[in-house]
């Protein structure tokens, strides 16, 4: 069975996970260490920056290449710390642009440095033939979820799988299998983006200052007028997409604590319209992702949901592994020949198989 090494480095830009897991592609077998490296506040800073950067950034740029050795190295050092065997390894990148709209989507990150590094086959480039071909190229977790939930056992209904990075996303899983799946709106990113400046923190840790603010109400309906909410699935979205309504919703104007209370509840908001979206209403969520050791966002996902609301801890899932294990499962389909993306995932037309393979040096 092969055995891989997944690595994710999500929205959030807080490091890159990895996670090893044995499986073929269809069944999960085992479950391996996983791990979280952090990235400096350098290098943080400097993929935050390139976010505002990408539309018109060249490729060549010198701080594009030096951004994107010094993530390689980082992931490199991530492979070798698990201290797991592995046959490939599953390289996602890192986000700095993605504009289905535009057939656009870029992840930066050496992948033939990545495979001399660490010697082994790197399955990378998983998004752009699903964008190539008219899909969404998010989100990408979907056949892994499905893959997880199918070792849970019979269920009685729709189960929906949450995750909150910098953006979220659901995959909804009906009583038969199928999928629906797509980003819900904002996650952490700009809760994030407004701790860092009002405190100086990365994150709002154990949601303390949204928990000390209240929402203002006027501010999250301009928030909720964005179009994105009147698309229908599947769709996706660039970290910065609701830049601009951000800037003109008021939110400004408020304090540190109502303004990080404003954006959870934007958060949960969002998440609660999703539902309308899907097919049948779940009878329960699971949560993970970064957002899910919020208690103000998970508290206030409960409120709106009314129905159970856990984390992914709570079926024996790991939230912080799940991300990096998703790309090792992934890695294994790319070298399979197996679809990655599916039409009520991403919206391609097909099933549709992707992603690029590199070999080490001889």
């Avoid at 260490?33 to 990235?39: D, I």
């Avoid at 030096?66 to 390689?72: F, G, I, K, S, W």
């Avoid at 009583?175 to 700009?190: E, I, K, Q, R, V």
């Avoid at 539902?275 to 049948?280: F, G, N, T």
Wanted: proline share 7%; glycine share 12%.
């Amino acid at each position: 069975m092969p055995r891989a090494i997944g690595l994710m480095s999500g929205t959030s830009l807080d490091g890159v996970d990895a996670a090893w897991v044995e499986t073929d592609g269809h069944r999960v077998t085992a479950l391996g260490p996983s791990l979280t490296l952090p990235y400096d506040a350098a290098l943080r800073q400097e993929l935050r920056a390139l976010l505002d950067l990408a539309p018109t950034l060249p490729a060549d740029d010198a701080r594009l290449r030096d951004a994107t050795e010094r993530l390689t190295r980082y992931h490199a050092e991530a492979v070798a710390a698990i201290g797991r065997e592995a046959d490939l390894v599953g390289f996602h990148g890192q986000t700095i642009l993605h504009q289905p709209d535009r057939r656009r989507t870029w992840q930066i990150g050496d992948a033939e440095m990545l495979a001399s590094r660490t010697g082994l086959p790197v399955a990378h480039d998983f998004r752009s033939d699903d964008v190539a071909a008219g899909g969404q190229g998010a989100p990408f977790a979907p056949a892994y979820h499905a893959a997880l939930a199918a070792s849970l056992g019979g269920s009685p209904g729709p189960l929906a799988v949450l995750n909150v990075g910098g953006v979220a996303n659901v995959t909804w899983i009906g009583s038969d299998g199928a999928l629906l799946a797509f980003d819900t709106g904002p996650g952490n990113g700009p809760l994030d983006d407004w701790v860092v400046r009002h405190t100086g923190q990365a994150y709002d840790q154990g949601g303390a200052l949204a928990g000390a603010g209240q929402a203002d109400r006027s501010v999250l309906d301009r928030l909720l007028s964005h179009p994105y909410f009147e698309q229908v699935p599947p769709k996706s979205l660039d970290r910065l997409d609701f830049a601009g309504v951000l800037r003109s919703s008021g939110l400004a104007g408020l304090s540190a604590a109502d303004g990080a209370a404003t954006l959870a509840a934007f958060t949960v908001a969002s998440v609660a319209q999703a539902r309308a979206l899907l097919p049948e209403a779940p009878v329960r969520w699971l949560v993970t992702g970064g957002g899910r050791h919020n208690p103000v966002l998970m508290a206030g996902l409960r409120a709106a949901l009314a129905v159970p609301v856990d984390p992914v801890e709570a079926v024996g899932w790991d939230g912080d592994a799940l991300e990096a294990q998703c790309f090792g499962f992934l890695a294994v389909r790319v070298a399979a020949g197996l679809p990655l993306s599916y039409p009520g995932t991403t919206g391609v037309p097909h099933p549709m198989p992707g992603g690029r393979l590199v070999q080490p040096a001889a």
